[in-house]
Nanobody
């Protein structure tokens, strides 16, 4: 059974930083394409960033220059800088295997106060 577990969320003031982590178990981590999404009530889940390996990344325009996705042998990370109130959301870790199976974390809330 594949499990993704996010950590690192919480509350921060505008202009602050948060680093999210996502650990995977039950699958060979190096073979996963990892991504981060976020969602607010009544809105679609939004893709923020994806990483295949170092140097092979994608960023949504809304976070480019502020968020950085990375990974090591054990987890994927999302470093979020200069956070603004509109970044408040539930953030989800996502993984896609070589067979195109998809997995989601349980979600972690980030609240940015003005």
């Amino acid at each position: 059974q594949v499990t993704l577990v996010e950590s690192g969320g919480g509350q921060v003031q505008a202009g602050g930083s948060v680093r999210l982590s996502c650990a995977a178990s039950g699958i060979i981590f190096s073979r996963l394409v990892m991504g981060w999404y976020r969602q607010n009530p009544g809105k679609q889940r939004e893709l923020l960033a994806r990483i295949i390996k170092a140097g092979s990344t994608y960023y949504a325009d809304s976070v480019k220059g502020r968020f950085t996705i990375s990974r090591d042998n054990a987890a994927a990370y999302l470093q979020m800088n200069n956070l603004q109130p509109e970044d408040t959301a539930v953030y989800y870790c996502h993984a896609e295997s070589q067979s195109r199976a998809e997995y989601w974390g349980q979600g972690i809330r980030v609240t940015v106060s003005s």
